[in-house]
């Protein structure tokens, strides 16, 4: 956390959606377990737990993804083209599209939380359904952070897939935390 706000260039956007999500996956385990009454609450709970540890790690993931791609930036624009011209603009090509990797499953990670918090929701225990809904809520703005940077951080193009996959991954988490929120007001 204090490196997110020590004022560098990394961690940024891409790790706190990270971190979000990861936080969302372990409040969804929070309501499964919480619910005693619900006998499929501990597979719940389990699969919220993957989702956890697999988007806690995309926090330090995609801070060195980015500042890697920082760094190949300033090097592309500092130095002129030589013998190795071509070399370093797919070495460029390659530091980006990592960064665009670790956004992209963060986005997806995101839709996967949001909808086992609808899940829960549906199933636990009634004091916890807002507990679910805040989840579904935190990981559908980690998916939406995700895909946004995805689009912005690499200038990827309207017809590129991978924005497409974001954006569908940020559809499907904004539609799930949307009927979970709706539902419970």
């Given at each position: 956390?204090d ?5 560098s260039?990394?961690?940024?956007g891409?790790?706190a959606?990270?971190?979000t999500?990861?936080f969302a996956a ?5 309501v499964?377990?919480?619910?005693k ?5 501990g597979g719940?709970a389990?699969?919220a737990l993957a989702?956890?540890?697999r988007a ?9 993804a980015?500042?890697?791609?920082l760094?190949?930036?300033r090097?592309a624009?500092?130095?002129?083209r030589?013998?190795?011209g071509?070399r370093?603009?797919h070495a460029?090509e ?9 956004p992209?499953?963060i ?12 899940v ?5 225990d ?6 679910a809904?805040?989840a579904?809520a935190?990981?559908?703005g980690?998916a939406?952070a995700a ?12 017809g590129d897939e991978?924005?497409?996959r ?11 935390a949307?009927r979970l929120?709706?539902?419970?007001r």
């Amino acid at each position: 956390m204090d490196r997110l706000s020590a004022g560098s260039e990394a961690p940024g956007g891409g790790s706190a959606a990270a971190l979000t999500v990861a936080f969302a996956a372990g409040l969804v385990a929070m309501v499964a377990r919480g619910s005693k009454e619900w006998e499929e609450a501990g597979g719940i709970a389990a699969q919220a737990l993957a989702l956890q540890a697999r988007a806690a790690p995309l926090a330090h993931a995609d801070a060195e993804a980015w500042e890697d791609a920082l760094s190949a930036l300033r090097r592309a624009g500092a130095g002129g083209r030589d013998d190795g011209g071509a070399r370093r603009d797919h070495a460029l090509e390659r530091k980006l599209e990592r960064a665009a990797v670790v956004p992209l499953e963060i986005a997806a990670l995101g839709a996967d939380t949001a909808e086992l918090a609808v899940v829960a929701a549906e199933r636990c225990d009634g004091a916890y359904r807002a507990d679910a809904a805040a989840a579904a809520a935190l990981a559908a703005g980690g998916a939406r952070a995700a895909a946004h940077l995805v689009e912005v951080n690499l200038g990827v193009r309207a017809g590129d897939e991978r924005l497409a996959r974001a954006r569908g991954s940020e559809q499907a988490a904004a539609e799930a935390a949307d009927r979970l929120l709706a539902a419970i007001r």
